[in-house]
């Protein structure tokens, strides 16, 4: 048996993996839920059951962190983007604060201790569940270093950004902005609150 192909009801952004309610083991359907806001959601197809499986974004966070002036980024060693290039980042863990989240993420990909902030964009995509928030930083100790998710590491300046060879969408938005920052001393979209 076909295991995806009795599940018609997958959600675009899920692949089909989420199949049975947490709350009660029911089937969940992914239909319009006509008892909320119309949205298309996985509703549990349980009788008794109204529980509805929200599938929320994916919060992610990077850091820019730059050295004289010159920025950090890593190529990465595992997919997704596998040995493309990018600034430290991933994912958020539930109860992390943001900005610790992209300090932990240079650390772990690139072996260095960075202050984080300003802000410089929060990036999001149409049919893409991954949010973005991206930080300028300086790298206060450490010498950069590629590490166990890393397969190289390298120092940038604003017009050396590998735009060909950069991991995702959402890097190559907050490149663009932090080359703008750079060299036409445009501050951080996130300083004036304007996205
Ligand atoms: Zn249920």
Redesign the pocket.
């Known amino acids: 048996m076909n295991e995806r192909s009795d599940t018609p009801q997958a959600h675009p952004h899920l692949g089909g993996n989420i199949r049975f309610?947490v709350?009660?083991g029911?089937p969940l359907t992914f239909r319009a839920w006509e008892e909320g806001d119309g949205t298309m959601q996985l509703c549990?197809a349980?009788a008794s059951?109204n529980?509805v499986h929200f599938l929320d974004p994916k919060l992610a966070a990077g850091v820019i962190p730059t050295v004289d002036g010159k920025a950090v980024i890593v190529q990465r060693a595992h997919n997704p983007g596998k040995g493309l290039w990018t600034f430290p980042g991933g994912f958020v863990n539930r109860g992390e604060v943001v900005s610790t989240a992209a300090a932990r993420e240079a650390l772990e990909e690139a072996g260095i201790e960075v202050t984080v902030g300003p802000l410089l964009g929060v990036y999001s995509f149409p049919e893409n569940p991954t949010v973005l928030i991206v930080y300028t930083g300086e790298v206060v100790k450490g010498k950069p270093r590629a590490l166990a998710e890393s397969i190289d590491v390298r120092l940038i300046g604003p017009e050396e950004i590998p735009y060909d060879d950069l991991a995702f969408d959402t890097t190559r938005a907050a490149f663009r902005d932090w080359h703008s920052w750079i060299t036409k001393g445009k501050p951080p979209p996130g300083k004036d609150g304007n996205f």
Do not use: P, R, T
Request: aromatic content about 0%.
């Open positions: 309610c709350v009660c029911s549990c349980g059951c529980n």
